[in-house]
Nanobody, 123 residues
């Protein structure tokens, strides 16, 4: 059974940092593309960042480029999202996702998703 479990969310102030973690089990972590999406209240889910399985290619949404960084530790089967200089508009539920095909992940059609974790940024 595949599981993606996010942790590290919470309430912070504008300008603060947070690091989200996504612990993965039930699949061969090193062969999957990993990514993060988010969904704010009243809005559609949107792509934040994704990286292919060798982490040689990483794509960021324009809204987070330069502030957010995705990383992965294949030995720990864990992906991370370091979020710096947080803004109130970053407030959303953040979802970790995995798929064998990066383009499928990027388009929001991943096979596997976490349950989501709330990030709230106050002004």
């Amino acid at each position: 059974q595949v599981q993606l479990v996010e942790s590290g969310g919470g309430l912070v102030q504008a300008g603060d940092s947070l690091r989200l973690s996504c612990a993965v089990s039930g699949l061969t972590f090193g062969t999957f593309a990993m990514g993060w999406f988010r969904q704010a209240p009243g809005k559609e889910r949107e792509f934040v960042v994704g990286t292919n399985w060798r982490a040689h290619s990483t794509y960021y949404a324009d809204s987070v480029r330069g502030r957010f960084t995705i990383s992965r530790d294949n030995a720990k089967n864990t992906a991370y999202l370091q979020m710096n200089s947080l803004k109130p508009e970053d407030t959303a539920v953040y979802y970790c996702t995995a798929d064998m095909v990066f383009s499928q992940l990027r388009d929001g059609h991943s096979d596997y998703w976490g349950q989501g974790i709330q990030v709230t940024v106050s002004s």
